[in-house]
């Protein structure tokens, strides 16, 4: 019952027929070792436990696993380096074209105000947007107190800084 709701439980060795005695007093003085003794006694065949051969077989599926995948690594790395060997050898491209990065939400509503010469109202900012009213005058507070927009008349803003 122990074992039942601490999984996954695997058989570590099995030994000769013993009573439930003797087997309580091998497991307490298994138990009373280090882990580094306690492994090297049960794969040592002290005992009269033994590794299972199922184990052994896992052990041997996870070895052979593991040197598929580091040749495949070999060879993955060694085409890298193939690659950047030929890719120095070909004749330069144009230079690339510079991406912009993405307008903030705040960016777009700032070049809005900032194009208007009587100012923008909120409503008109949703319409231009297309963000939600909340948004809008959560921007617009914001940027209220930092002083980069001021507001003119009722609702209307005016960019209080220069804002590119």
Known sequence: MYTKSRRPVGLVGIGPEMTKSEALKLEYSIKQLPA???IA????NENGM???K???QALNKSVKALEKKME???KDLD???KAKTTKKALPKKAPAKKRTAKLTATDKVLRI???SKKGVDAPNLVKKT???DKKIQNILFRNNKLGRIKRVDRGKYVVGKRVH
């Open 50 to 52: 033994t590794i299972s």
């Open 113 to 115: 105000i900032n194009r």
């Open 130 to 132: 297309g963000f939600n």
């Open 79 to 81: 085409e890298g380096e």
């Open 54 to 56: 199922r184990d052994l």
């Open 72 to 74: 495949k690594l070999i």
């Open 36 to 38: 580094d003794k306690k």
């Open 41 to 44: 006694a049960l794969t040592r």
